[in-house]
């Protein structure tokens, strides 16, 4: 008899601890905000590396920026705010590789312009001097 007490006591422990770790889940779950801010930061750098030119530059980069950022607005409508903060995150972080490497093209494009252009000057006064 003191075993079957033991078992019922053991059983209705169990049943304490799944239901007071349940609740706790689902009130981590639902305490977490919608990360309303993410997401428009992370639009503004999608947006702003599609300005810069990382659509010819870094298309890859760029696609995957705005994959990530319509799921992360996927996950928003659904309410699903850790992975919706997750993959704006990582949008933002594709959105600016691209366009870093959208304003890199573009400097070593006037770089390459200002050296044509010192070449040409030198040639001038090459040609002026003799």
Do not use: W
Not at 45 to 74: C, H, I, T
């Amino acid at each position: 008899m003191k075993n079957f007490y033991n078992l019922r006591s053991n059983q209705m422990l169990h049943n304490i601890s799944v239901t007071v770790a349940a609740a706790l889940l689902i009130n981590g779950c639902a305490s977490m905000p919608a990360p309303t801010e993410q997401l428009a930061v992370s639009k503004v750098a999608v947006d702003s590396a599609n300005s810069a030119g990382g659509n010819e530059v870094a298309p890859l980069q760029l696609k995957s920026a705005m994959e990530k950022m319509d799921a992360a607005e996927r996950a928003m409508a659904a309410e699903d705010y850790a992975l919706a903060k997750q993959l704006a995150e990582q949008a933002q972080v594709d959105a600016q590789l691209a366009a870093a490497m959208a304003r890199s093209a573009k400097a070593q494009k006037a770089a390459s312009a200002l050296q044509e252009d010192n070449r040409v000057l030198r040639q001038e006064i090459d040609r002026k001097t003799q």
